[in-house]
C-alpha cells in the first residue's frame, strides 16, 4: 500500500511476483487506509462496539443500578471503540463520529428512541454524566505519547521526523494537514512539550486536570 498523494502505483516484485497493491488492509486489528486518515478505523470500531452492544443488550438495559450499567458500558463497549485511539489523528468529523456514538450508547442504555425528541443535554442529566469519550482518548493519547518521549527508540525518531532520506515536498493550497501530537500541542512548542513528558507523575497530573471541553477543528 502506497500512501501518498500520487496516484502512480508501487511496483515490488518478490521471486518474480508482483505484489498487490491495495487501497486498505488490516494490521494488528487496525484498519489502514491509502488516505493516511483514520476516519475508516474510528467507523469500523464504532461498527463493531455498537454490534457488541446489541448482543448484551439485555444486560445494560436492565434494571441494574445505574452507575454499574454505566460502568459495564465503558468497560465493555468503550474498549471496543477505543481500541488503538492512543495513535488516531481526530479530524473534526472523527470527533463528530465518536461523540455521535457515545450519545448513542446512553440513549439504548435508557430506551430513549429518536422519535421521543429528547434532547443530547437532558439524556446526559438523566444518566449524570458529561462528554467524556473525547477527553478518555487525549488521556489514552497522553500517557502513550509520554511513554514514547521518554524513551530513545525508532518510533520516537519517526514522531519527530528525523528519519534519513530524500522526499520532493510540494506546497498544498489550505491549511496544512493535522498531526497526531496536534491533540496535545503545547503553546510554548514540542521542545517544552517533551520536557514534561520526562516526569511521569507530572505528565499524567497535567492532563488528568486539565481535560477540558475539545475545540472541534476540521483540517
Not at 443500578?65 to 473534526?92: H, P
Request: charged share 35%; hydrophobic share 35%; aromatic share 8%.
Amino acid at each position: 500500500m502506497k500512501i501518498s498523494r500520487q496516484p502512480t502505483p508501487v511496483t515490488i516484485k518478490i521471486d518474480q511476483k508482483q505484489v498487490e497493491n491495495v487501497k486498505c488492509f488490516k494490521y494488528l486489528g487496525s484498519l489502514l487506509t491509502d488516505d493516511g486518515r483514520c476516519t475508516c478505523e474510528i467507523k469500523s470500531r464504532i461498527a463493531m462496539a455498537k454490534a457488541a452492544f446489541s448482543k448484551k443488550k439485555n444486560l445494560f438495559t436492565s434494571k441494574l443500578d445505574l452507575n454499574l450499567r454505566k460502568k459495564l458500558v465503558k468497560c465493555y463497549i468503550w474498549s471496543i471503540a477505543l481500541y488503538g485511539a492512543e495513535t488516531w489523528t481526530l479530524r473534526a468529523v472523527d470527533q463528530k463520529h465518536l461523540e455521535s456514538f457515545e450519545m448513542w450508547c446512553w440513549r439504548r442504555m435508557e430506551k430513549i428512541s429518536w422519535t421521543d425528541y429528547v434532547r443530547n443535554e437532558e439524556v446526559l442529566i438523566r444518566v449524570s454524566e458529561q462528554r467524556n469519550i473525547l477527553h478518555e482518548i487525549r488521556k489514552r493519547k497522553a500517557n502513550w505519547i509520554g511513554h514514547v518521549l521518554r524513551r530513545n527508540c525508532l518510533l520516537k525518531e519517526a514522531i519527530e521526523g528525523k528519519i534519513d532520506g530524500r522526499i520532493e515536498v510540494t506546497r498544498r493550497r489550505g491549511r496544512r494537514r493535522k498531526k497526531m501530537l496536534d491533540d496535545l500541542g503545547d503553546r510554548r512548542g514540542y521542545c517544552h512539550l517533551k520536557e514534561k513528558a520526562l516526569d511521569r507523575i507530572k505528565w499524567r497530573n497535567c492532563f488528568e486536570r486539565d481535560c477540558g471541553p475539545v475545540v472541534l477543528t476540521d483540517y
